[in-house]
């Protein structure tokens, strides 16, 4: 994942009973986080634990991408020869 000078997130809050759920999404890789606290409590902390949460997720999964293989991996030995017939590929 590339730094960006800026950072976009799309926050949707939810009131349930007494709770409040303020769910985060990062529009460029979709991934969606959630925190829930008292409805009655602050609603600035609730964006910022999100927005921290989400912010944490993207690093583990940016740390969590492997490189590309350097050259095709054939991942099937067998193809079919004439006739139908499958026959091992060396």
Known sequence: MTERSYREAL??????GGFLKVTAMDPDTLTEVSAVGPANGSRE?????ALAKLDY????????ELPPPSKPVMLNAHAYGPGGTLR???
């Open 11 to 16: 926050l949707e809050y939810t009131q349930n």
């Open 88 to 90: 091992r590929v060396k």
């Open 57 to 64: 997720v993207l690093r583990q999964k940016a740390e969590a």
């Open 45 to 49: 902390l609730l964006k910022r634990t």
